[in-house]
T-cell receptor, first 115, second 109 residues
Framework: DAGITQSPRYKITETGRQVTLMCHQTWSHSYMFWYRQDLGHGLRLIYYSAAADITDKGEVPDGYVVSRSKTENFPLTLESATRSQTSVYFC??????????????FGPGTRLTVL | GQNIDQPTEMTATEGAIVQINCTYQ??????LFWYQQHAGEAPTFLSY??LDGLEEKGRFSSFLSRSKGYSYLLLKELQMKDSASYLCAVLDSNYQLIWGAGTKLIIKP
């Protein structure tokens, strides 16, 4: 089915472990984003990518790594998970055909718990 | 710094009208978005404003005043399914979306 998917939907891990969250979109959108959402905060941008092999930091990039070798995939890796990274992670994409009317389309989210 | 303020929670009655306000202070302005997010789900796009005035889309309308740094989302004929969080977001001078914390809307029968 067309759209944007994330996996896993739920993940429990331990402090210090490496975790990778996957994001896949079938629209061929050029832009992809990773956000985290915590109670009392708005969505906070972790990293974004304008195209394959082009990534840039957002508001809260520390402790995270991204890559984008293919347009459709944008994995997010927590190199050494910490409890403060317990959150809901959303991936989003947009085509930015007209950046002034940029609408982002969100995946279903991954709920990550770090023990 | 950049800041977007929305009320944390609002309560309204089924069939009534509710207005959710959003004020912003950002480095530049290239448009304001409203998204709806049901509990446990992803945000979905509702509306976009870049010029002053009211944009109407069915039961939902969104208003913008750039000089006042102010927007509101107006929901008419409220239905139980409108119970959700409503997120205000501003596209800044770097074309990055800055998000408010969201307003949780509770609809009572």
């Amino acid at each position: 089915d067309a759209g944007i998917t994330q996996s896993p939907r739920y993940k429990i891990t331990e402090t210090g472990r490496q975790v990778t969250l996957m994001c896949h979109q079938t629209w061929s959108h050029s832009y992809m984003f990773w956000y985290r959402q915590d109670l009392g905060h708005g969505l906070r941008l972790i990293y974004y990518s304008a195209a394959a092999d082009i990534t840039d930091k957002g508001e809260v990039p520390d402790g995270y790594v991204v890559s984008r070798s293919k347009t459709e995939n944008f994995p997010l890796t927590l190199e050494s998970a910490t409890r403060s990274q317990t959150s809901v992670y959303f991936c989003a994409s947009s085509d930015r055909a007209r950046v002034e009317t940029d609408t982002q389309y969100f995946g279903p989210g991954t709920r990550l718990t770090v023990l | 710094g950049q800041n977007i303020d929305q009320p944390t929670e609002m309560t309204a009655t089924e069939g009534a009208i509710v207005q959710i306000n959003c004020t912003y202070q950002t480095s530049g302005f290239n448009g304001l978005f409203w998204y709806q997010q049901h509990a446990g789900e992803a945000p979905t796009f509702l509306s976009y404003n870049v010029l002053d005035g009211l944009e109407e889309k069915g039961r939902f309308s969104s208003f913008l005043s750039r000089s006042k740094g102010y927007s509101y989302l107006l929901l008419k004929e409220l239905q139980m399914k409108d119970s959700a969080s409503y997120l205000c977001a501003v596209l800044d001078s770097n074309y990055q979306l800055i998000w408010g914390a969201g307003t949780k809307l509770i609809i009572k029968p």
